[in-house]
């Protein structure tokens, strides 16, 4: 079973940057693609950034210009780097893997914006 260990945030500051890290584990297979997703409270879940096996990405409107993924290869892990942050950036962040057609979620990790 796909397991995702997910770490980074905290609480920032307004106008500082973040870098949020996920790395799968109870698997030998790499993934398909790799992101992170983020959810305020009273909001649906929405995407942050997405990268796939073959290195094309996807950003979320809310953070395009502010946010980079990266992953290794084989992608079994994937950094992300959001700068300029927003009180609005403040959310749950979940890490979400993709493997032949099943979704795996991390827990969430909390990040909390302050200005």
């Known amino acids: 079973q796909v397991q995702l260990v997910e770490s980074g945030g905290g609480l920032m500051q307004a106008g500082g940057s973040l870098t949020l890290s996920c790395v799968t584990s109870g698997t030998i297979y790499a993934m398909d693609a790799m992101g992170w997703y983020r959810q305020a409270p009273g909001n649906e879940r929405e995407l942050v950034a997405l990268?796939?096996?073959?290195?094309?990405?996807r950003y979320g409107d809310s953070v395009k210009g502010r946010v980079t993924i990266s992953r290794d290869n084989p992608m079994k892990s994937v950094t992300l780097e959001m700068n300029s942050l927003k009180p609005e950036d403040t959310a749950l962040y979940f890490c979400?893997?993709?493997?032949?057609?099943?979704?795996?979620w991390g827990r969430g990790t909390q990040v909390t914006v302050s200005s």
């Open positions: 990268i796939h096996v073959s290195g094309q990405t």
């Open positions: 979400n893997a993709k493997l032949a057609r099943m979704d795996y």
